[in-house]
């Protein structure tokens, strides 16, 4: 199901004005990811870039077409481990979040 334009703009607003959320968007979508839920996790970094940078900054931040990255994070996108990586470090770059790596041992 797509989304509304409200609802996209309200989770834009919320990203803006609260950087708790922001850190959560963001962290989510990574932790999908890695968790093998590669469709949330896809789904989780469009919502996030939408939600703060947008295509067309993140375009220009990787020197790469906003429509091919915006395919890349669609429903049936598949961005190579080196496109992912770069997103994700220019993501970082621009919106001032870091992630952070943790090993843990599986309980």
Do not use: H, W
């Amino acid at each position: 199901m797509a989304l509304t334009r409200d609802f996209r703009e309200t989770v834009q607003a919320r990203a803006e004005r609260d950087p708790a959320f922001r850190e959560a968007m963001f962290q989510e979508a990574v932790s999908a990811l890695l968790c093998g839920e590669v469709d949330d996790g896809r789904a989780g970094l469009r919502a996030y870039i939408n939600a703060t940078i947008g295509f067309d900054a993140l375009s220009k931040a990787l020197g790469r077409p906003p429509k091919s990255l915006m395919r890349m994070f669609g429903p049936s996108g598949n961005p190579t481990a080196e496109n992912l990586l770069a997103v994700i470090n220019a993501l970082q770059a621009e919106t001032g979040v870091q992630l952070e790596v943790r090993v843990a041992a599986a309980e």
